[in-house]
Every structure is written in structure tokens, then in C-alpha cells.
T-cell receptor
């Protein structure tokens, strides 16, 4: 089955640090990847849509200068949380859609738990 | 995308079938019903999806009513590992669009 790998799984760092999270589709190519954020006891909320070779599309209220997204290849998207603060602590999850997407579901990574001290 | 309604929580005895309902009364003709689940502290896991016909795979069965306004996910023999939040999502297929997650159903499988 389709596998999405997300790295790292957990990050603990000091306030002001920038953190990069990688999302890879291991056995398929993905023109589009999505980044979600999930706070405790809440559902997943879409942050941005990452498109290979073009700029990401951000949801309302998500700061594009704070959450930098790069989708340089068909198998890799990265999310960089710049100058992270405690309020950025959350569970970040990516998903990818197979390029040949007719009737194919999205597949999710296992998430990255970010804790900012 | 059409909105879905699910009960917030359900319990099921281990070894018994778990039947999780979902209402999607505003579903349109081109929208599929997708089911995902999220085990604590993990990313969502795809389970099954369907358009009109009932579907079955190695994980579960999906029963969609004839009018397509509701569906039921069936886990035939629930195990403790099936304890998770189950999300029913309606979406057009074939388009790379984000999934809109509702609150889902917290299924607790009891020993």
C-alpha cells in the first residue's frame, strides 16, 4: 500500500528555533501534499496545500512567512516552522495524494509532535 | 463538500462487530464516502471508501443506503487495537482536495 513517511516524529526545542519537518511519499509520486495541524482533543485542521513546483496555498489565518512550505519534488514536501514559540506546539501531519489520483485516497504520515519550550 | 454527522462516541465488546453510522444527507451524486481512523498520537489511516455500492476490504465493510444519505462502517470482529477516532468524510473523488475532518466517533473496544 501507499506509504507516507514523516520525519521527525517528535521535536522538543527552545523558543525562537526554526524546525523543519519532512514529508515523503515512499512508493508513489504526489503532485499535491497537504499539511494539517491538530491540537489536543481537537480534529485535524488544514494549514496549507503544497503543490510540486509552485507556491503553497495557505488557509485563512495561517501565516505563510511563519510556516514555510517547499515541495521541490514529487516525493518530498517540507514544512519549516520559523522562530517557533510555545503556541506553535502542536501535532503536525502531512498527507499525499497519488499523482494518478483517480479514485485514490489520501495517505497520511504518522505526524510530528512539536513541543516548544 | 457535503457535511457529515457522526455520534461522538461508541463502545463495542472485543470480538463483536462494530457498526459506526454516518449521516450525509446533502451528499451529491459525484461525492464519495471515505472512512479514516486515527489511533491516539498517530496520523489518520485510510480504511475504505465507496460511491454507491457496498464495499468490503480486509479491514472493514462499508454499507451505503440506496438514497446515499447515510452509511455504516462495519468492523466485523473488533479488537482492542481498533480503539480509535473514526472519521466519515464526503468528498469528490479524483481531485486533489483536502479532507475536511469533523469530530468523528471515538470507538472504544472493551475487553
Amino acid at each position: 500500500g501507499a506509504v507516507v513517511s514523516q520525519h521527525p516524529s517528535r521535536v522538543i526545542c527552545k523558543s525562537g528555533t526554526s524546525v523543519k519537518i519532512e514529508c515523503r511519499s515512499l512508493d508513489f509520486q504526489a503532485t499535491t501534499m497537504f499539511w494539517y495541524r491538530q491540537f489536543p482533543k481537537k480534529s485535524l485542521m488544514l494549514m496549507a496545500t503544497s503543490n510540486e513546483g509552485s507556491k503553497a496555498t495557505y488557509e485563512q489565518g495561517v501565516e505563510k512567512d511563519k510556516f514555510l512550505i517547499n515541495h521541490a519534488s514529487l516525493t518530498l514536501s517540507t514544512l519549516t516552522v520559523t522562530s517557533a514559540h510555545p503556541e506553535d506546539s502542536s501535532f503536525y501531519i502531512c498527507s499525499a495524494v497519488p499523482q494518478v489520483a483517480s479514485n485514490q485516497p489520501q495517505h497520511f504520515g504518522d505526524g510530528t509532535r512539536l513541543s516548544i519550550l | 463538500d457535503a457535511k457529515t454527522t457522526q455520534p461522538p462516541s461508541m463502545d463495542c465488546a472485543e470480538g463483536r462487530a462494530a457498526n459506526l453510522p454516518c449521516n450525509h444527507s446533502t451528499i451529491s451524486g459525484n461525492e464519495y464516502v471515505y472512512w479514516y481512523r486515527q489511533i491516539h498520537s498517530q496520523g489518520p489511516q485510510y480504511i475504505i471508501h465507496g460511491l454507491k455500492n457496498n464495499e468490503t476490504n480486509e479491514m472493514a465493510s462499508l454499507i451505503i443506503t440506496e438514497d446515499r444519505k447515510s452509511s455504516t462502517l462495519i468492523l466485523p470482529h473488533a479488537t482492542l487495537r481498533d480503539t480509535a477516532v473514526y472519521y466519515c468524510i464526503v468528498q469528490f473523488s479524483g481531485s486533489a482536495r483536502q479532507l475536511t475532518f469533523g469530530s468523528g466517533t471515538q470507538l472504544t473496544v472493551l475487553p
